[in-house]
């Protein structure tokens, strides 16, 4: 990775959080997956999709 460059997961959590501040779930929730494929321990990825699965059952 050179200096600036964000790492694919790093990427996928931005999208994911600026897809959840305009309550758009289910698009959040798949940039969520997609951070958890490359880093299945990655916290607030996995925070962030139980509180959008507790939000719409």
């Known amino acids: 990775m ?3 460059k964000k790492s694919p997961e790093a990427e996928w ?4 959080d600026s897809l959840f501040e305009a309550y758009r779930y289910e ?5 969520y997956r997609k951070v958890r494929a490359v880093d299945p321990g ?3 990825a996995v925070n962030r ?3 959008i699965l507790t939000l719409t059952g």
């Open 2 to 4: 050179t200096a600036g």
């Open 13 to 16: 959590l931005e999208k994911g």
């Open 27 to 31: 698009e959040a929730l798949e940039a």
């Open 42 to 44: 990655y916290l607030h």
């Open 49 to 51: 999709m139980g509180t």
